[in-house]
């Protein structure tokens, strides 16, 4: 056991180690791997504690100085690359909002108001549940899109600890996933809400479709019902 080889080498802040260590086991076990297989991945404990002695350690040189600079000039292009992420995440929330409004003005009647084009309600009603569904597909994506862009930076620092660490001979942690971790429950729930969002939406804007067509009597229901050209609120 790792938590025995750190206590027999006498090493500090075990706590934080096993820790660390501990957090590892919980992602891994999430994503389904068996403890025997992550302490496969992981390797021998004593192998393990023996990086963490400082004793017969070689002394770190310059290589901790080239890895900062190194990491340094990352970090630039990893917080441009992060704020692209979180604008994408500002845009699909504006696309959530937006799609649950536009079935608000459809399934109630509006579609002859200022926001949606004009058809008739039973078409409206139909290409409304569509949209509701895109709203619950896309509430869901920026769940998952929130937890991602809250466990990019924790990750990102784990690498570039490890990073520096192994320029300067140091002991490295177990890598930090950025993959969004949810309860198996959680997840499951999220997965089925959207399959079952997905597949609403697909049938329905297929079904309105069709639907308009036949009441509009011609294939291309948006010249009949004078949408070319059409201008919200006139």
Partial sequence: MLESELKKRRIGERE???????????FQRADGFSQEEICARLGDPAQLAAQFDAEGRAPAGGGKTAA??????????????YLVLAACGVAMLALCAAS?????CLLGGLSAGALTPPMPYGCAAVFGVA??????????GCVYFAALLWRLPRAYGRFCRNAIAAAGGEPMLPTDPATPRFAPGRARRMRTVALVAFGTFVGFSL???AVAML???ALPFWHAWGWFGYTAGV
């Avoid at 900062?68 to 690359?81: D, M, P, Q, T, W």
């Fill in 16 to 26: 934080e180690i096993l820790a660390e260590y501990e957090q590892h086991f919980a």
């Fill in 68 to 81: 900062r600079a190194g990491i340094y000039a990352l970090s630039v292009l990893a917080l441009a690359l």
């Fill in 100 to 104: 649950a409004a536009l079935a608000v």
């Fill in 131 to 140: 949209l509701a569904a895109l709203s619950v597909l896309v509430a869901v």
């Fill in 207 to 209: 079904l309105g479709m």
């Fill in 215 to 217: 009441c509009a009597g």
